[in-house]
C-alpha cells in the first residue's frame, strides 16, 4: 500500500473516529456528573443527538475517501492495465483496493479514537485540577466508542468499494496511457445515472416545497422538508459530474484570459468527474454550515415576527438560540474541516497524476510562474464553484428547514430567508485561504520537475 496516496483518507477516517468516539466519550462523562438512572436517561438524549452529527461527519468522510479512492485508482490505470495485460482479473485487483480501504480504516479509526480518549480524559483532569468539575471516578473509556469506530472502518471499505469501480472499465490497451478519465461527453452518456440523478433531484425539490406548505399547518411539514432535502441533494450528488462542469465553466470565465486562467478553466471542465471528485465534499460541508446557519437566522426573524410573543420571550428565545446554534455549528464546522482536508489531497494527488501534461507545457514555452499560477487558478475556480453552490443549496435547505417546523407555530405564514452575510463573509473567506492552501504544495511540485524528466517514457 502506497502511504502517501493514503494520507488523506489516512486523517480523514482518524478526524471521523476523533470527532465520533469524543462525542460519545463526552456523552458517558456527562452520565457520570449526574450519576443513576438520571445520568444514563440524559446520556440516552444527548447520544440521540450525536447520533445525528457523528452520522454527518462519517457520511463527509465516506464522500471525500471514495472520491479519493477514485482519483488514486485513475492515477494508476496504466499500472493496472499492466497487470491486466499479464493476467491479473479485475476482482482480484479490485479485492487488492477494497484491503487497502480496509486497512486505512482500521489504522485511522485506531488513531482518531485513541486520541479523543486521552484529550477527553486530559480535559477531564485539567477540569477537575482547576476545581470546575468534581473530582468523582469518571470512566476513562467509554465501552460505547466501539461503535463510531467500526462506523468509520466499514464506510472507508464501502468508499474504497465503490472508489475501485474504476478497476473494471480499465482495459489492456490502456497501458500505453497515464491516467485515465472519462471525458464530459461519456459522463453525458451515462443514461440510467443521469435519470436516476434527476428524478431523485426533482422529486426531493418537489418534497421540500411541499415541506413547507404542509409546515404552514402543522410542524410535521419538517418530516416531509427533511426527507425532500435528504432525497434531493443525493440526486445533486450523484449527478455533480453534470452540474459541476457548467459552475466551473461560469467561474472559470470569471478568472480572466491569461494563458494559465483558460488553461484552468479548460482543465477543470474537460474531465468533470476529476473536477467534481475534487470539489463535491467541500460542497458538502458548505452546504451544512449555510444550512445550520440560515435555519437559524430564519427563526429568529420569524420570532420577531410572531403573535402572542412578548419581547422578553423573544429575547429569551433568541438567546437559547444563539447558544445552542453555536453549539451545532461547531459539531457540523467539523464535517466542513473533513472536506477541505480530502480536497486539499484530490488537488494534490491530481497535480501527481499530470506530470507529463506540466512538463509538456514547460516544455513549450511556460514559466513555472505560468504552471504556479494555473494550478492555484484551478484551486480557487474549484473552491469558488463548491463554496457558491453550497451557499446556494443552504439558503433553501436552511430557509425550508425553519419554515417547515415554525410556520404553524409562530403562525407567521411565509416568511423571506434570512441571509446570514457575516457567516456568508467569513465562509467566502475561509474558501480563498482553502484555495491558496490547496494549490501551494502542488503548485510547488509542479514547478520543482525538469520539463526533460517529466516527459520521459515511463
Same mark, same amino acid.
Given at each position: 500500500m502506497r502511504i502517501r496516496e493514503h494520507a488523506s483518507s489516512l486523517v480523514v477516517s482518524a478526524l471521523s473516529a476523533f470527532f465520533g468516539t469524543g462525542l460519545v466519550q463526552a456523552t458517558g462523562l456527562i452520565a457520570d456528573l449526574f450519576g443513576g438512572n438520571e445520568g444514563e436517561q440524559v446520556r440516552t438524549a444527548l447520544l440521540s443527538v450525536a447520533t445525528v452529527f457523528i452520522g454527518l461527519?462519517?457520511?463527509?468522510?465516506?464522500?471525500?475517501?471514495?472520491?479519493?479512492?477514485?482519483?488514486?485508482?485513475?492515477?494508476?490505470?496504466?499500472?493496472?492495465?499492466?497487470?491486466?495485460l499479464v493476467g491479473a482479473s479485475a476482482a482480484r485487483l479490485r479485492r487488492s483496493v477494497a484491503l487497502e480501504g480496509l486497512a486505512v480504516g482500521a489504522v485511522g479509526a485506531v488513531l482518531g479514537a485513541a486520541a479523543a480518549v486521552l484529550a477527553a480524559n486530559g480535559i477531564v483532569r485539567w477540569r477537575v485540577d482547576a476545581g470546575d468539575l468534581?473530582?468523582?471516578?469518571?470512566? *476513562?473509556?467509554?465501552? &460505547? %466508542?466501539?461503535?463510531?469506530? #467500526?462506523? !468509520?472502518?466499514?464506510?472507508t471499505w464501502l468508499a474504497s468499494v465503490v472508489g475501485s469501480r474504476r478497476v473494471l472499465e480499465v482495459t489492456p490497451i490502456q497501458a500505453t496511457a497515464g491516467a485515465q478519465e472519462p471525458p464530459v461527453e461519456a459522463a453525458r452518456r451515462r443514461i440510467v445515472r443521469n435519470a436516476i440523478a434527476a428524478v431523485l433531484a426533482l422529486g426531493g425539490a418537489a418534497?421540500?416545497?411541499?415541506? *413547507?406548505?404542509?409546515? &404552514? %399547518?402543522?410542524?410535521?411539514? #419538517?418530516? !416531509?422538508?427533511?426527507?425532500?432535502?435528504?432525497?434531493?441533494?443525493?440526486?445533486?450528488?450523484?449527478?455533480?459530474?453534470?452540474?459541476?462542469?457548467?459552475t466551473l465553466?461560469?467561474?472559470?470565465?470569471?478568472?480572466?484570459?491569461?494563458a494559465p486562467a483558460r488553461l484552468a478553466a479548460a482543465n477543470a471542465v474537460r474531465y468533470p468527474e476529476r473536477s467534481t471528485r475534487s470539489t463535491i465534499g467541500l460542497v458538502i460541508g458548505v452546504t451544512l454550515v449555510v444550512t445550520f446557519a440560515v435555519a437559524a437566522s430564519s427563526y429568529a426573524s420569524m420570532l420577531g415576527v410572531a403573535d402572542g410573543l412578548s419581547e422578553e420571550q423573544v429575547a429569551q428565545s433568541n438567546r437559547v438560540l444563539a447558544i445552542t446554534i453555536g453549539i451545532l455549528s461547531a459539531l457540523v464546522g467539523f464535517s466542513a474541516v473533513i472536506a477541505a482536508v480530502g480536497m486539499v489531497n484530490n488537488l494534490s494527488l491530481v497535480v501527481l497524476q499530470r506530470t507529463r501534461e506540466l512538463g509538456l507545457l514547460r516544455a513549450l514555452g511556460f514559466t513555472g510562474r505560468q504552471v504556479r499560477g494555473m494550478i492555484v487558478a484551478e484551486s480557487m475556480q474549484m473552491v469558488a464553484a463548491a463554496v457558491g453552490l453550497g451557499v446556494l443549496l443552504g439558503l433553501v435547505y436552511g430557509w425550508a428547514a425553519a419554515q417547515s417546523l415554525l410556520a404553524s407555530i409562530l403562525r407567521t405564514g411565509i416568511v423571506l430567508p434570512v441571509v446570514p452575510w457575516p457567516l456568508l463573509g467569513a465562509v467566502v473567506l475561509g474558501g480563498a485561504v482553502l484555495a491558496l492552501a490547496a494549490s501551494a504544495a502542488p503548485a510547488r511540485r509542479a514547478i520543482a520537475v525538469s520539463p526533460v524528466r517529466a516527459l520521459e517514457v515511463r
Open positions: 461527519a462519517v457520511y463527509t468522510g465516506a464522500v471525500v475517501t471514495a472520491n479519493t479512492f477514485g482519483t488514486i485508482i485513475a492515477g494508476r490505470s496504466r499500472t493496472i492495465a499492466l497487470l491486466r468534581p473530582d468523582i471516578a469518571y470512566r *476513562v473509556i467509554d465501552p &460505547l %466508542v466501539v461503535l463510531p469506530m #467500526l462506523a !468509520v472502518v466499514a464506510t418534497l421540500l416545497g411541499l415541506g *413547507v406548505v404542509v409546515g &404552514l %399547518v402543522s410542524p410535521l411539514g #419538517l418530516l !416531509v422538508a427533511f426527507l425532500g432535502g435528504i432525497v434531493s441533494f443525493t440526486g445533486i450528488v450523484l449527478g455533480a459530474y453534470l452540474v459541476m462542469p457548467a465553466g461560469f467561474v472559470g470565465r470569471l478568472l480572466g484570459r491569461s
